[in-house]
Antibody, heavy 120, light 106 residues
Framework: QVRLVQSGAEVKKPEASVRVSCKASGYIFTANYIHWVRQAPGQGLEWMGWINPRNGGTDSAQKFQGRVTMTRDTSISTAYMELSGLRSDDTAVYYC?????????????WGQGTLVTVSS | QSALTQPRSVSGSPGQSVTISCTGT???????VSWYQQHPGKAPKLMIYDVSKRPSGVPDRFSGSKSGNTASLTISGLQAEDEADYFCCSFIGRYVFGTGTEVTVL
C-alpha cells in the first residue's frame, strides 16, 4: 500500500533552517510528483511547492521562492523540503503529499505531518 | 493568489444533507477542483477530485459540483464520522486552497 512517512517534529530558532523528509513506499517513487503543504496552528492549508522525483525539477509558490529548497534521493525513495530564514509565522505542520498521476492536480496520499516550531 | 472562500461552519442532523461552497475570483475556480476531509490531528484525505469524481473507497454520499465560479461539496445522509474540517483546492496555474469549513453533526 502507498505510504508517505515523514521525519519527526523539530524546534528551531528564528533565522535557522529546517529540513523535513518524506519517505515513500508502495509505489514507484519516480512516477508521481511530491507536493509540500503546510498548516499553521488552527489555520487552513497552504500549498508550498512540488518536486518531480524523476528529474528533480521543482516549482514553488511565489511566497516561498528563495526560501524553500526541494530535493530528492531516488536511491531511498525520499523527498526533502528545506525552509530557510525561519520566522515565528513558519510554525506549522508540514505535510508531503503525492500527486495522483491518473487524474493530476490532486493529492491522493499524504504523510502524517511534521510539526515545525520556530521559537527563540 | 488569495485563498478560496468557504463558509466557516455548517451543521446538520444525522441523515440530513449539508452543502459547502467554495468561491473564488473569476480565474480561481476551474476544472481541477478537489476536496479534502481533515479530522483533528490527522492528515487531509482526498474526497473529491476533478470537481465531481470520487476516489475508490469514498462513500457515494459525498458529491461535488461546480456552477460558474463556485464549487460545492454535498454530504448526503450525514453521519457522525463526517464531522471534520473540509477544504477545497483549485489548480489554476498554481494550487490554491479554500479557507476551510467545519462540519458539525448535531
Amino acid at each position: 500500500q502507498v505510504r508517505l512517512v515523514q521525519s519527526g517534529a523539530e524546534v528551531k530558532k528564528p533565522e535557522a533552517s529546517v529540513r523535513v523528509s518524506c519517505k515513500a513506499s508502495g509505489y514507484i517513487f519516480t512516477a508521481n510528483y511530491i507536493h509540500w503543504v503546510r498548516q499553521a496552528p488552527g489555520q487552513g492549508l497552504e500549498w508550498m511547492g512540488w518536486i518531480n522525483p524523476r528529474n528533480g525539477g521543482t516549482d514553488s509558490a511565489q511566497k516561498f521562492q528563495g526560501r524553500v529548497t526541494m530535493t530528492r534521493d531516488t536511491s531511498i525513495s525520499t523527498a526533502y523540503m528545506e525552509l530557510s530564514g525561519l520566522r515565528s509565522d513558519d510554525t506549522a505542520v508540514y505535510y508531503c503529499s503525492r500527486e495522483d498521476n491518473n487524474s493530476w492536480k490532486n493529492f491522493d496520499f499524504w504523510g502524517q505531518g511534521t510539526l515545525v516550531t520556530v521559537s527563540s | 493568489q488569495s485563498a478560496l472562500t468557504q463558509p466557516r461552519s455548517v451543521s446538520g442532523s444525522p441523515g440530513q444533507s449539508v452543502t459547502i461552497s467554495c468561491t473564488g475570483t473569476s480565474s480561481d475556480v476551474g476544472d481541477h477542483v478537489s476536496w479534502y476531509q481533515q479530522h483533528p490531528g490527522k492528515a487531509p484525505k482526498l474526497m473529491i477530485y476533478d470537481v465531481s469524481k470520487r476516489p475508490s473507497g469514498v462513500p457515494d454520499r459525498f458529491s461535488g459540483s461546480k456552477s460558474g465560479n463556485t464549487a460545492s461539496l454535498t454530504i448526503s445522509g450525514l453521519q457522525a464520522e463526517d464531522e471534520a474540517d473540509y477544504f477545497c483546492c483549485s489548480f489554476i496555474g498554481r494550487y490554491v486552497f479554500g479557507t476551510g469549513t467545519e462540519v458539525t453533526v448535531l
